[in-house]
């Protein structure tokens, strides 16, 4: 049967809902901080845990399981993503990702780096370090909403060698044409980091047809996956290459648990000649576990309905009830996801948050030094959820 966009807004989710536990007492809106994970997931590690401490997690079964378990989560992260599973390094989170990315090249002090204005601190504060250890020179810019591609173009000069960014940003909820700007990037051989922790699992897009340098991912947020587990993306054509340099390098950079022939005592090892060169080993495989039936509950989900088709029509329900509002600035632009940001003309962001928590249970987000609040609209909130917040919003002087 298909289903036309008005049934994809109003279908009843409730056999979905069911399999997320904190969803029975609260309403969620804060899946770009943290999601929450789905009941198989939570057995998931469980699972595994029970059967390392069964079998003992040096034993040859424990061991044999850790390997696969760790092995089979990164298949599913990029049949998840499209992608192949050489392109795939295993993190614990976004801004692991970020920095293997940036202080995997040679900087000097000639070298700008572009990034924007509206940049999490999990960009912004490796950036400020590599600016204090090279001398690096940061251009920090503005993004027109109604032309980025122009906004990055403009700026690009001959001293910039790599760009930094959000796929979508964290504080406004403006998602960017990211394989247009890549591209341009390209064509003047600029590195392109990008940040996409508010994006993956959010909006849909296909990392190889973009395909930047470096996409760091977390497990935590929209992918519903546990904290401590995350990805980072590294261009096929970017392996065995070097620069990237690996800046933390252990015995997973280059071997397997069943193979000490990949160095010897004459500093001489054998790389991997694929993403997992930037992984050092200390995984916890049981949380990958997790996160692998985190992406195989999603992808359930999605053969019943579109997934990120319902997110933008719930985000999209939500703008317009917003912009009903005298009392409301919006602040996301057209271009969005799942993240709504907007401003209240008299009352303080924090405020807003803690009275929709405290009197509402009722859970969003601020941003401080924005002075807005935002929600992260996912596949399993409800249009009934947006009018019981639009409500209470209706409501705030």
Same mark, same amino acid.
């Given at each position: 049967? !298909?289903?036309v966009?008005n049934?994809?807004?109003n ?12 969803? #029975?007492?609260? =309403? %969620?809106?804060?899946?770009?901080? !943290? ?9 998931? /590690? ?7 401490? #069964? ?15 760790? *092995? ?10 499209? =992608? ?6 295993? =993190?614990?989170n !976004? ?9 995997? %090249? ?10 924007t204005?509206?940049e ?12 204090e ?5 940061? #251009? ?19 001293? !910039?060698?790599a ?17 247009? /700007? ?32 470096? %996409?760091? *991912? ?36 280059? +071997?397997?648990?069943s193979?000490?022939?990949c160095?010897? $005592? ?13 992984e050092? +080993? ?7 576990t997790?996160?692998r ?9 999605? #053969?019943?309905?579109?997934? %990120? ?11 317009? +009830? ?5 009392? *409301? ?9 799942g $993240? ?11 405020? *807003?948050v ?5 009197d509402?249970?009722?859970l ?12 992260? $609209?996912?596949?399993f ?5 947006i009018?019981?917040?639009l ?7």
């Amino acid at each position: 049967m !298909t289903i036309v966009k008005n049934d994809l807004l109003n279908i009843d989710i409730k056999d979905i809902r069911a399999h997320f536990p904190s969803l #029975k007492e609260i =309403t %969620y809106f804060n899946s770009g901080w !943290t999601g929450p994970m789905p009941s198989s997931a939570i057995l998931a /590690i469980q699972d595994s845990i029970n059967y390392q401490a #069964k079998v003992g997690p040096s034993s040859k079964d424990g061991v044999k399981a850790q390997i696969q378990e760790v *092995v089979k989560a990164k298949s599913k992260i990029a049949e998840y993503f499209f =992608t192949q599973t050489e392109n795939i390094c295993l =993190t614990t989170n !976004t801004t692991l990702g970020i920095n293997l990315a940036l202080n995997g %090249y040679d900087w000097s002090d000639k070298d700008e780096i572009l990034t924007t204005k509206e940049e999490h601190a999990s960009v912004l504060i490796p950036l400020y370090n590599l600016k204090e250890r090279f001398g690096i020179k940061i #251009k920090l810019i503005d993004v027109d909403c109604s032309d980025p591609i122009k906004s990055f173009a403009k700026n690009i000069s001959k001293q !910039t060698k790599a760009a930094v960014f959000c796929h979508l940003f964290w504080t406004n909820g403006n998602l960017l044409p990211l394989n247009e /700007i890549v591209r341009i990037l390209r064509q003047h051989e600029i590195i392109s980091i990008i940040d996409g922790a508010q994006s993956a699992g959010a909006a849909s897009f296909l990392i190889d047809d973009a395909v930047p340098d470096f %996409y760091a *991912v977390p497990g935590q947020k929209w992918l519903l996956g546990p904290v401590g587990t995350g990805f980072l993306y590294i261009r096929k054509e970017l392996h065995g290459k070097r620069p990237p340099w690996p800046i933390i390098v252990g015995y997973e950079s280059a +071997g397997d648990a069943s193979d000490d022939s990949c160095y010897d $005592l004459n500093c001489n090892w054998s790389a991997k000649k694929h993403a997992g060169l930037f992984e050092f +080993g200390g995984l916890n495989n049981s949380l990958f576990t997790g996160l692998r039936e985190s992406l195989d509950f999603a992808s359930s989900v999605n #053969k019943k309905i579109n997934i %990120y088709e319902r997110i933008k029509l719930l985000s999209q329900y939500f703008i317009n +009830g917003l912009k009903e509002m005298k009392s *409301v600035e919006v602040i996301t632009s057209n271009q969005y996801a799942g $993240l709504v940001a907007w401003k209240h003309k008299s009352t303080s962001s924090s405020k *807003v948050v803690h009275d929709l928590w405290h009197d509402h249970k009722i859970l969003i987000r601020e941003i401080e030094n924005f002075n807005y609040c935002r929600a992260s $609209l996912h596949f399993f909130n409800t249009k009934d959820e947006i009018d019981k917040l639009l409500s209470v919003l209706k409501d705030i002087r």
